[in-house]
């Protein structure tokens, strides 16, 4: 059964909100959005800060892994090469963040782009331990450059506007101060969330855009059968390779995201084997080859974490493990329950949901 009124015009079929409850969907978001900096607490607008980072980051994963199907567990390394790019400029450099931001995305994508050729003789299970790999390579490399990097003692990220440190900024930076815009006064919760709205947006645009271009379709042929991909004329070296390169820029964003709001970053934990599962799982989790999957992914399991505490504690024989294990307890049985009953993850549920209201009052 269809999940949308039939397409007689390529211009319908290229629309991004194709009809009505689309644009009323799109302005309900806006107003969320708005009204998030001005409503919520502390707690929750940390939170909202959160669920943008990972939402970048899942969408990172979502290109090389939902689109492509390259199955990569090195994704925290690219994260961790932004974040520390962000940390080095922030503090031997005083860049500014708008610079810092793109710059720790080219580097992701440069160390992206040499991992991309190995993934055109590798598949599934080899391709990821050579990514795993990856991962402790650049956990070594961060290590062996304390001067740098800060090594195992971790190092600050201050967040400038400008180059060089302002004369009464704080060692956070210029952007960590109180500003006033008249009647208003944004801390610095509030001004990293419209920083972070700006990128996560931008981001889920790009990535919509990118599954519905020539190049999105290449990779997507390439993830399906490689060899059928090549016979079409489509280049599986050319499209492996932007999809590293595409994936691990915008993860380098999202580690310089989660390193301004972290303020002061170690190596490992966070940017270590954990959380390229726990990306895997928001993806799993959203539904896979969407982006639809990435965002509601990520915002499920930022907002599932606070839930997994209460949930564990409540179980018997886990409320004797410590938070962690409980949380990582719960959330595999919430991934090991959607892939026994709804692979497609929330995707799916929300089809069900589209074909029901469809047919109704018919239930076919």
Not at 113 to 134: D, E, K, N, Q, S
Not at 158 to 169: C, V
Not at 196 to 209: G, P, Q, R, S
């Amino acid at each position: 059964m269809p999940i949308r009124p039939l397409s007689t015009r390529y211009e319908d079929e290229l629309r991004l909100f194709p009809d009505f409850w689309h644009k009323v969907g799109l302005a309900l978001l806006v107003l969320l959005l708005i009204a998030i900096p001005t409503l919520a607490n502390d707690r929750w607008l940390g939170l909202a800060n959160d669920a943008l980072i990972t939402i970048v980051g899942a969408s990172a994963l979502m290109i090389l892994t939902g689109f492509a199907g390259q199955v990569s567990l090195g994704h925290a390394a690219f994260l961790g090469l932004g974040a520390y790019t962000a940390g080095i400029l922030g503090t031997h450099l005083e860049a500014p963040f708008w610079l810092v931001l793109p710059v720790a995305g080219l580097v992701s994508t440069l160390i992206g782009l040499t991992v991309g050729p190995l993934a055109l003789r590798l598949h599934g299970l080899y391709l990821a331990i050579v990514t795993l790999a990856l991962l402790f390579i650049v956990h070594h490399v961060l290590l062996s450059l304390p001067d740098l990097t800060g090594g195992s003692a971790g190092l600050a990220v201050p967040m400038h506007t400008w180059f060089g440190a302002a004369p009464e900024a704080t060692s956070f930076g210029d952007f960590w101060d109180t500003t006033s815009l008249g009647p208003l006064t944004l801390v610095f919760e509030q001004k990293l969330y419209l920083v972070f709205v700006l990128l996560a947006l931008v981001t889920v645009v790009a990535t919509k855009n990118i599954a519905r271009s020539r190049t999105g379709r290449a990779l997507m042929a390439v993830r399906d059968h490689d060899l059928a991909a090549a016979v079409l004329g489509v280049d599986p070296a050319r499209a492996k390779l932007i999809a590293f390169g595409l994936s691990s820029f915008f993860a380098g964003i999202a580690g310089a995201m989660y390193a301004f709001k972290a303020q002061f970053i170690t190596v490992a934990p966070p940017f270590d084997l954990f959380m390229s599962i726990e990306y895997i799982a928001m993806i799993v989790l959203g539904g896979i080859g969407t982006t639809f999957g990435a965002v509601w992914g990520a915002v499920a399991f930022t907002l599932l974490k606070p839930a997994a505490h209460a949930i564990g504690g409540a179980l018997p024989f886990v409320s004797s493990l410590s938070s962690n294990e409980q949380e990582r307890l719960v959330f595999a049985l919430i991934i090991l329950g959607f892939l026994l009953f709804e692979p497609l993850g929330l995707v799916g549920l929300w089809l069900r949901v589209k074909r029901y209201f469809l047919a109704w009052p018919f239930r076919y």
